[in-house]
């Protein structure tokens, strides 16, 4: 696929588990996070976000939690389904000017 | 439908050769950007407008222009192409800078 490099995390897991990306961010000052997931062949699509001033979210079959001590995101996703499969990215901002991704994680759901 | 719209999907040109990526955005937004992607380095913004003729540059903007005289529209001008800009490019906007991208489905360049 177009993501396919030769540093990018990959985690592969049964149909039906739970899943769970991580994501350590760099800068302290960072006070939005976002997940985003890229489908091959597509462009990223947002999947859920959380503010610096909470530590976890919720939505639909997802949930991100953050721990700003160690500067940790995650992502988790629930009953994990075939089109799960992609690479998510955590993307970070502490303004409307720059938002910075991180390099990627290789979701592979296996049958 | 709500979306942004690059064209072409699929490039392939000769260095030197002047070209331009059309991006365009139907929802009125007013902050659009370019991003390129490439293998074990993720998305690095190239350049960002936060609405008509009003551009800045990003962290890769050598190589690249850019011009914003329509809030819709946003078009990636590669002067002189090199080798080195062979990518996969981005196109987003924003009615909230870097809180709410959405992105296009991406133009794949290769300059030989």
């Known amino acids: 696929g177009e993501n396919v490099g030769l540093h990018l995390p990959t985690l592969s897991v049964q149909e039906g588990d739970n899943s769970i990306i991580n994501c350590a961010y760099s800068?302290?000052?960072?006070?939005?996070f976002i997940w985003y997931k890229q489908e091959s062949g597509k462009g990223p699509q947002f999947i859920i976000d959380i503010r610096s001033n909470m530590d976890k979210r919720q939505g639909q079959r997802v949930t991100v939690l953050l721990n700003k001590t160690v500067k940790h995101l995650s992502l988790q996703i629930a009953a994990t389904q075939p089109g799960d499969s992609a690479v998510y990215f955590c993307a970070e901002t502490g303004s409307a000017r720059q938002l910075t991704f991180g390099s990627g994680t290789q979701l592979t759901v296996l049958p | 439908e709500a979306q942004v719209t690059q064209n072409p999907r699929y490039l392939i040109t000769v260095t030197g050769k002047k070209l331009t990526v059309t991006c365009s955005q139907n929802?009125?937004?007013?902050?659009m950007s370019w991003y390129r992607q490439d293998p074990g380095l993720g998305l690095r913004q190239i350049y960002y407008s936060m609405n008509v003729e009003v551009t800045d540059k990003g962290d890769v903007p050598e190589g690249y222009k850019v011009s914003r005289k329509e809030k819709r529209n946003f078009p990636l001008i590669l002067e002189s192409p090199s080798p080195n800009q062979t990518s996969l490019y981005f196109c987003?906007?924003?009615?909230?800078?870097?809180?709410?991208?959405?992105f296009g489905s991406g133009t794949r360049l290769t300059v030989v």
């Open positions: 800068n302290s000052a960072s006070d939005y």
């Open positions: 929802m009125n937004h007013e902050y």
């Open positions: 987003a906007s924003s009615y909230r800078g870097s809180y709410g991208y959405t």
